[in-house]
Structure formats: structure tokens, C-alpha cells
């Protein structure tokens, strides 16, 4: 494998390989993840693995904790189910300050966001739209204006990105049509309908997690 054959720079093929082994179960919840070891598996050199592991951090699939290295993120459903209700109720908060602010910079890097977002997942590249999606949110977060809503926001974020990176591929194109609605809300200024939109994507996103966590576990007991 190189990067003069590749249309996608090798790191985010790279991911992307190492991203279908996790959702397909092929690298195990938990599992400690050896660059060495990866890199002669896929073939390739440390440094494009490396940089891949960094950008399936983000997205919650992989964790790096300071010397013990990396390793597959563990679910917890529980804890998974009571932080996107909180988030529910925090993010409501920051579209509908939002969508009252109406800061046009802000609402702009909503919309980059969203396109950028969309346009991955057009182009088959689901680590890039799972990180769009995460800016997308961090982008209406900064457009409240309430800078400490990062202090809270951003834990619980790091904590449940996985739930978005493991409905990518089933949801597709509709959860852009939910960034869609979210955004065309709070740049007309409709403060409870941008409020509403953002709990049923949480919401939504979340179902799609159980459901894909109950088709893992059926097929494992085949």
C-alpha cells in the first residue's frame, strides 16, 4: 500500500481499515492496540497507523491512555444512555442560545461543518463524517457564546462520540438531514425548533446505537 496509488491520503485509508475492524468486531472492545503490530498487518509504515489511531480517538473508537498506549473503547450502554439524555438537555441549551445570538460568523462554521460533513459521507469516507459530526456540534456549542459550555459539554462528548461513529454507516444521509434542520433553525432564529431538532438527533442516533449493539450481540451467538 502507498500514497501514490491512493486517492485518500494513506492515513485515512488507514483509518478506515482499522475503523471496519473495530465496528466489525475483528479488533475486540478493550483491546490493546500495538502500532507495530497493525502496521505489518496492513502493510504499511508506523507513522500513517499512528496518525490514524489519533483520528479514531476523536471519533471514540479508540482510547490512548499516557503509558499504557491504545486501546479498543469498552461500551457501557448505561452510562452510554444517561450521558446522551444529558447532552439532550445541555446541547437544547446551547442551539437555542444559539439561534437567539444569531452571531453570523458562528452560524457559517455550523454550515462548513455540515457540508463537509455530508460530503463525506457521499464520498465513502465515514472516520471523516464522524469527526464533521463532531464539529458540527462543537461549532453550535461556540455559537451560544457561553464559553463554559465547553467545561461541560466537552467530557460527555469524549465519553459518547462512539455512539456517532458506530451509526455512520446506517444513518448516512439522514443524520445530515438532521444537521440540515438544526442548522436552517438557528439561522432563521427558531430558538424551540432548534432545540427540539438537536434532542430528536441525540435521541435518534441513540436508538440506532442499541439497535447496532443487539444486531452485534445476535450475530455473535450464531
Not at 482499522?18 to 479488533?27: A, K, T, V, Y
Not at 444559539?98 to 458562528?106: G, K, L, N, V
Request: net charge negative; with cysteine; charged share 25%.
Amino acid at each position: 500500500m502507498s500514497d501514490d496509488n491512493s486517492e485518500q491520503p494513506l492515513r485515512e485509508v488507514v483509518a478506515g481499515q482499522l475503523r471496519s475492524m473495530i465496528l466489525g468486531g475483528e479488533l475486540k472492545p478493550g483491546q490493546r492496540l500495538v502500532e507495530g503490530q497493525l502496521a505489518e498487518r496492513l502493510g504499511v509504515s508506523r507513522n500513517p497507523v499512528r496518525e490514524a489511531m489519533r483520528s479514531l480517538e476523536a471519533t471514540g473508537l479508540i482510547e490512548v491512555v499516557p503509558r499504557r498506549g491504545a486501546h479498543v473503547c469498552t461500551i457501557d450502554r448505561c452510562e452510554v444512555h444517561h450521558i446522551q439524555r444529558i447532552r439532550t438537555l445541555v446541547e437544547g441549551y446551547a442551539v437555542e442560545q444559539a439561534a437567539q445570538r444569531q452571531d453570523p460568523e458562528s452560524i457559517g462554521r455550523i454550515l462548513s461543518c455540515l457540508e463537509a460533513g455530508r460530503a463525506a459521507t457521499e464520498r465513502g469516507d465515514p472516520v471523516t463524517a464522524a469527526l464533521c459530526h463532531r464539529d458540527f456540534h462543537i461549532a453550535v456549542e461556540e455559537a451560544a457564546g457561553i464559553p463554559f459550555l465547553h467545561q461541560v459539554l466537552d467530557p460527555l462528548r469524549q465519553q459518547t462520540e462512539l455512539v456517532f461513529s458506530v451509526v455512520t454507516d446506517s444513518r448516512g444521509d439522514i443524520t445530515w438531514d438532521e444537521h440540515q434542520a438544526i442548522y436552517d433553525a438557528v439561522a432563521s432564529g427558531n430558538a424551540e425548533c432548534a432545540k427540539e431538532l438537536i434532542r430528536q438527533h441525540i435521541v435518534n442516533a441513540l436508538e440506532t446505537f442499541e439497535q447496532a449493539l443487539e444486531s452485534t450481540a445476535a450475530a455473535a451467538e450464531r
